[in-house]
Structure formats: structure tokens, C-alpha cells
């Protein structure tokens, strides 16, 4: 088991910036790739960004590209998120995840743990 805890999230205006956290414990946290995904009222939870274990590899939904950077620390078991230039759409719940793998596909049902989210909200 891994348990992952989001934290960071909070109300800021469009062009302004957040990091956040995702703290795990439990099993080696560098045995796994981690996720960041996101949840907008109404609508379906969506892939954010990835990293491998290692940090060398990354990969980001288009909507981010250029805005959002994921990373790593393996001595801290924490990954992280720093969003830049956020827009109202960036609105969400943003949930941290971790499996076992990375690949080029990262749909929400293949992950292995979750944490509980934290609430982002970018005002116009």
C-alpha cells in the first residue's frame, strides 16, 4: 500500500501560481511513477502530468504544456506540481496517483493508489 496526501491548493487569480505537494508513505516511493490528475465540476477526472521514478522522464496533458512543471524528491517522498500562468479552467480538484509503471498512457482506471485531492480555484 501507498498512502499519497495532496496539499497546496487554494484560490488565486488567473495568471497567478501554485505549487503543490504530494507526500506518500508506505511502500519504496521510488518504485513508483506518479501522477497528477484533475477533476472539474461535472466532468470526468483528467490526466495533469507524470513523472517516472527517476524524474528523467515527464509527460504533460496539451492543456498544461509550457504552464505546469512535475517533480520529484526521493529522499523527501514527495512529488510536486508548480502551476504557473493559471487560468479559470484550470479549476479543479487535483489528485495525486502512483502505480507501479510508467508508460505514454496514463488513464485514470490504470493507476494503483490515490490521495484524496486538493481543491484548486482560479478566479477571472
Known amino acids: 500500500q501507498v498512502q499519497l496526501v495532496e496539499s497546496g491548493g487554494g484560490l488565486v487569480q488567473a495568471g497567478g501560481s501554485l505549487r503543490l505537494s504530494c507526500a506518500a508513505s508506505?511502500?519504496?516511493?521510488?518504485?513508483?511513477?506518479m501522477g497528477w490528475f484533475h477533476q472539474a465540476p461535472g466532468k470526468e477526472r483528467e490526466f495533469v502530468a507524470a513523472?517516472?521514478?527517476?524524474?528523467?522522464?515527464?509527460k504533460y496533458a496539451d492543456s498544461v504544456k509550457g504552464r505546469f512543471t512535475i517533480s520529484r524528491d526521493n529522499a523527501k517522498n514527495t512529488v510536486y506540481l508548480q502551476m504557473n500562468n493559471l487560468k479559470p479552467e484550470d479549476t479543479a480538484v487535483y489528485y495525486c496517483?502512483?502505480?507501479?509503471?510508467?508508460?505514454?498512457?496514463?488513464?485514470?482506471?490504470?493507476?494503483?493508489?490515490w490521495g484524496k485531492g486538493t481543491l484548486v480555484t482560479v478566479s477571472s
Open positions: 513523472i517516472n521514478w527517476s524524474g528523467l522522464s515527464k
Open positions: 508506505g511502500r519504496t516511493f521510488n518504485n513508483y511513477a
Open positions: 496517483a502512483a502505480r507501479a509503471y510508467y508508460s505514454d498512457s496514463w488513464e485514470p482506471s490504470a493507476m494503483g493508489f
